[in-house]
């Protein structure tokens, strides 16, 4: 398939979309982005490449360090790591203390903030240098020695985090959180500001487009069932309160950050991820988001099965 002759009609579609979605401000860090930054890469699964745009340069990838954190907290802990989180959609925003309170400082799944915020906890009680160590599982996924954490963006998180302080207080308080606050809030952060570039997302997902195995070195990452697991967590959770519309529309498993980018799997296929920093009200790439769904609509490849292929792209 001519992956970038299609990248091309997708920018061409979207070029007047820079003007929807604001970037991220709460984060004083993501608020410098550029909004008409726009890059698109897909690797498939025999390991050929395409690309569109600025696909080279690295952003913040915010939330979708979770989906990575979750992986190495699975394979040191296994099922156990059920005990504490769940695997439910939340059907509400992603810093939500609301449902947390409801649900006894259970987090309702590893994908909102409470959720990743647990699974940090659990990384510090089986790592012994968790920085260093999840750091180095990043880059032999990606094959990039160079990913590293953007101090700067942890230190500007830290100073506006009051919600994810509220968080982990609340589940310290019903005993789900068996280390220091702050030092668990600090790794947090720190895995929020990873800086990664679309090329990096693409191949760093490699693995759960390949049955669990890391192409790169045929490394098993995660067992088949397991590799499963994740790819549900990530349809079903990976978009907060968007997520139903995001498997509505673009039909694949995927994980947005609020730096704007989107990293989505097509199973036994390929692995792509975009960069669009204007977000939408939900805090996903709204650029991003759209790109995908003609993506997936143009190729006939989403996990619901084949999709009619528009004469004419339409925007709604």
Known sequence: MKYNEI?????AELKDYDQIGQVATYIPALAKANPNKFGMYLVTRDEHSYYHGDTD????IQSISKVLSLVYA???V???LWKRVGVEPSGSPFNSLVQLEYEQGIPRNPLINAGAIVICDILISELENPYQDFIKFLRSLAGNPDIDYCKTTAESEKECGFKNHAHINLMKSYGNI??????????YFHLCSIEMSCKDLAQ???FLANGGKNPLNNKRILTAQE????????LLCGFYDEAGEFAFRVGLPGKSGVGGGIVAIYPDQYSIAVWS??????????KGIKALELFTTITQSNVFGPSPIFDELEYE
């Open 7 to 11: 990248f091309e009609k997708i920018a």
């Open 74 to 76: 699975f394979k040191l």
């Open 277 to 286: 920093p204007g977000l939408n009200s939900k805090g996903n790439s709204s």
């Open 78 to 80: 296994g099922t156990d």
């Open 204 to 206: 760093t997902f490699m």
């Open 57 to 60: 340069e690295t952003f913040s």
């Open 178 to 187: 068996e280390n220091d606050a702050e030092q668990v809030l600090d790794f």
């Open 227 to 234: 590799t499963k697991r994740i790819n549900s967590i990530m």
